[in-house]
Every structure is written in C-alpha cells, then in structure tokens.
C-alpha cells in the first residue's frame, strides 16, 4: 500500500516513509490511497484476540511492509505501561457506554497512540535503512505534549521539542510538561493559543533553512501530532476493538450499529472512528462534540469553515483550537480524493481564514455526521447531572460529549446505542470537575484532588499527586514566531 498527499496525490511513498516523516513536503497530510475492508472473517478472528493482537492486525492492513510479530511486539510494549485494559467500557444504561481511554501513563487518551508511536517510529526507521536522528516537534492544546514527551523521553535515535499555549492549559497539565525529566526532551511555552503554536510549528517543517540546518546534521524532523499517520493510525484500532468488546460481551448482535461520540478539536479522535466505518465497522452517527470554540459544528451544519471568530478559553482547554488540522484529511475524502482542491481550501482557510464546501459535500457528511456543541454552562450542569444520576464522574472534555449527546437524542430520538469517547482522567482537570459537581470552588490543584476523591472515591493517579513535589525544569515562555529559533537551537544550529 502506498500513501498519498492531500494535496499532491501524484507522489507516492510508503507507508514506513509517511510515519517517519511526519508531514508531506507540499504542507498536506499523508492517507492511504484506499482503505481496507475488514471482512465478516476478520472480525470473527479480531473477536478471539487481545488488545495488542487486535492492533497488529488492524495496523498490518494499513502497513502490509510490516509482519504481524513485528506490529504485535511494538503494540506490547506501548501497552504494558497501561493499567489494565487500555481501552475499558464501562456500561452507563442500557443504551449508552462510556469509553475510557485514560488508562495510560500521562492519564490522557493521547497515550493509545503515543505510547506506540516511538516503538513503530523506529520500526519504519529500521525498514527504510534510516540511521539519522528524528527530531519530533509538537505542538500540542494540553495533552499531547505530555504524552509525546514521556512516549519519546530517552528514546535512542530521537529529541523531542513540544511547545504549548502558557496559559492555555489546565495546571495540571502544564506541570505534568514543565517537570518532565528526559535528556532529549525541551518543552516551551508561547504567548497565544493552541492555533498560533500550531500554526508556527507547522511552518517550521517547510521551512527551508531548517530542512537544510537539520540535513547538515544528519536531522530529520517528524511529528506527534495526529497530522502524522503514525498518531493517527493506532487511533483507529480502539473503535474497532470497542465495537468487538460489545459484540463479544453480547452488548450487541453481530452486524448491530452503534454511535460513537467524540469531544472533538484537532478532529484526529473522530476522524480515526471515521477510518473504521470506512473499514466495515457498523458505525451510525459519529457525533461530533465541541466546545464554545464550535468551528466544526458551523462547519457541518452550515458548509463554511471560518476561524474568523471570538477565541474562548474554557474549562476544555484540549478543545480550545480553531484550525482542525485533521479536518484536511476529511476533505480530502469528501472531494473524491481531489489534491487540487484540497489545497485550494487549504490556501483559503491561510490566506482569508474561511472557505466553503459544496452542497452535495455537505449533504454526504450529514449521512455521517452529527454536530453540535456545548458551552461552559451546559458543559458543568452535565457534569453535575451526570455525577448525580451514575455516580461517575466526568472531565469536562467527556462532559462536553455528554452534553452534545443529551442534544442529539432528544434532537433525533435515536434508539441506538452509543459509545462516549472519555479523554481524560477527572484528575487532570480536579478545580473544574469538584467545582461542577459540588460549586466549590479550590484554588488548589492538589487539594482539590482530596476533594474531589472524597466525593467520588474514584482513586487518584500517585503520579500526578507527586507533580507537587517535583520541579519545574521549563519554565520559559516565548512568541509563536521564536519557535524557528528555537528549534535551531535545539539542533545545535
């Protein structure tokens, strides 16, 4: 199987070449150029294996270069510093289920990837013969960068630099990034927001002083963002895997459809559900959560993509985005595969910061999705009503979903039963969650912890208890247009 640009499907490369290096040299998104089908076979053998098994053979239809043994032993060690399950549901009613894909190192959904990213980032290296250093540059909205930088922390071959909006990030988050140990590893903050941190660093990998600097020292840069198929691709195998889980605990009959809703920004969560439909999963609806920050909701329901809009930072920080990088991808698949005018949007959305998909476009994605948002009030009476009703206590990414959820059910009266996709451990956000359910509000992270473990018993992560005690190693905020220089620097250059 070869990869192909969203914007320049005429260059083909491998599988291996597209993870490695991260981004395509046209500024598009590597997808492959067609997308396997699972058959009523396959899903009878993925029934009878286990997590990582399930990953091999998932991954092996979209890396057919890569042996099953090889795919099973990266996804081993990736998930071997989970606890437990890495992708347990838990049932809520009869027609609602929470998926919970927190269960990682850094207690965020980002580790089903990221965690599995280095191990199949120096498999392709290894294929391809590559012995040059990788050096990952990361933009990230609160959780990825955390994730990437434990995931690539020590990691032969490779230097990880993540950059963050400094005051865009929850404060556990930001302490989880500026303690974190690891020679290779530099962490930044940037006056902005998650778009212009984005943006920056999207414009560093086509740069071409920085393309020369890190050829002169036997560099490569690479990505963890989900613009990288590599993040991307073991998104994809816990739809596939929830949907076997429920079958195989007779949840559902084999072939029954189900809805999966996604709190959604950077759009790689429900664009890698999107990929399982794609491949034969049953899947009726995705649905589409966002927050106040609601570009994708006026995107499919209206036919117009447009940052030109008010910025809200709110209590979902990981949403707080603008510019749904992933998006690209969808597009691309929505124009049958059109280069041309995908990178026409895409020269749109920089140059005048909007453009328009057409009717028939916008109808086919009806069919697929769903849209709607929830703002800060509705976000926390959710989190309240749902901690009230199940005793289960929600992050304001999940209580987002919830919330648009609710919506969409009463909107459509839909019987189906539905997977909600929860992104992060209550823990990370403790002001926020033991304000919505109880309106008290601590301005202390840690000891609203013990608080909100009072309330809900729910056992909190020794890990993030112990960021109290840990100190800061980065500290330093800059401009979104120091990022180029700083990466020099980084390099040696």
């Known amino acids: 199987m070869y990869y192909i640009s969203t914007r320049d499907k005429e260059k083909k490369v491998s599988g291996a070449f597209a993870i490695v290096s991260g981004i395509s040299e046209d500024g598009g998104l590597y997808v492959p150029e067609y997308i ?3 058959e009523k076979k396959d899903f009878d053998r993925l029934l009878e294996m286990d997590y990582c098994e399930r990953a091999a053979f998932i991954m092996g239809k979209f890396l057919p270069e890569f042996s099953f043994d090889e795919l099973r032993a990266c996804a081993q060690k990736a998930y071997s510093r989970f606890d437990g399950d890495p992708a347990p549901l838990v049932k809520i009613d009869k027609k609602m289920y929470i998926l919970e894909l927190w269960h990682g190192p850094t207690h965020a959904f980002k580790d089903m990837a990221l965690t599995l990213l280095p191990h199949l980032l120096l498999l392709c290296k290894r294929k391809l013969g590559i012995d040059t250093e990788t050096v990952i540059l990361t933009a990230t909205s609160g959780d990825t960068g955390k994730a990437a930088l434990e995931g690539f922390k020590d990691v032969k071959g490779t230097r990880i630099c993540v950059f963050y909006p400094s005051e865009g990030v929850s404060n556990m988050q930001k302490l989880q990034m500026t303690t974190q140990e690891g020679d290779n590893v530099c962490v930044y903050g940037i006056k902005g927001n998650f778009d212009d941190c984005q943006s920056a660093v999207k414009s560093v990998f086509a740069d071409s002083e920085v ?3 890190m050829k002169k020292r036997r560099c490569a840069m690479s990505s963890a963002n989900s613009i990288n198929w590599g993040r991307l691709l073991p998104q994809i195998v816990y739809y596939v895997s929830a949907y076997l889980d429920l079958v195989g605990e007779e949840q559902l009959f084999d072939g029954e459809r189900i809805n999966f809703c996604v709190p959604t920004g950077n759009f790689g969560n429900i664009l890698a559900a999107y990929y399982a439909r794609q491949m034969g999963v049953p899947i009726e609806k995705l649905i589409c959560a966002s927050n106040s920050n609601n570009v994708l909701t006026d995107f499919f329901t209206k036919g117009e993509y447009n940052i030109k809009r008010p910025f809200f930072k ?5 949403m707080d985005i603008l510019i749904s990088s992933n998006l690209e991808r969808l597009l691309f698949y929505a124009s049958e595969m059109d280069d041309k005018l995908t990178a026409e949007r895409m020269r749109l959305l920089k140059a005048e910061g ?3 998909i057409t009717e028939e476009e916008q109808k086919e994605l009806s069919r697929v999705f769903y849209a709607g948002f929830s703002d800060e009030d509705d976000t926390i009476e959710t989190i309240q009503d749902f901690f009230e009703d199940y005793n289960y206590p929600l992050d304001p990414h999940t209580g987002v979903a919830v919330s648009v959820y609710d919506k969409y059910v009463e909107q459509t009266d839909s019987k189906t039963k539905s997977a909600i996709v929860s992104t992060a451990s209550p ?12 309106g008290d509000f601590c301005g202390d992270s840690f000891r609203s912890m013990k608080k909100l473990y009072k309330e ?10 112990g960021l109290k005690s840990k100190p800061q190693l980065y500290r330093q ?3 979104a247009d ?5 990466v020099l620097k980084f390099i040696g250059a």
């Not at 709110?314 to 990981?318: A, E, G, K, L, R």
């Not at 120091?482 to 700083?486: D, P």
């Open 314 to 318: 709110t209590i979902s920080p990981s």
């Open 36 to 38: 396997p089908k699972l």
């Open 211 to 213: 393309i020369e600097e």
């Open 354 to 356: 909007r453009y328009a």
């Open 456 to 465: 809900t018993a729910l056992e909190i992560p020794s890990d993030l208890l």
């Open 482 to 486: 120091e990022i180029k220089g700083v």
């Open 427 to 438: 823990y990370k956000f403790p002001q926020d969650v033991l304000f919505s359910i109880t």
């Open 477 to 479: 905020v800059i401009q």
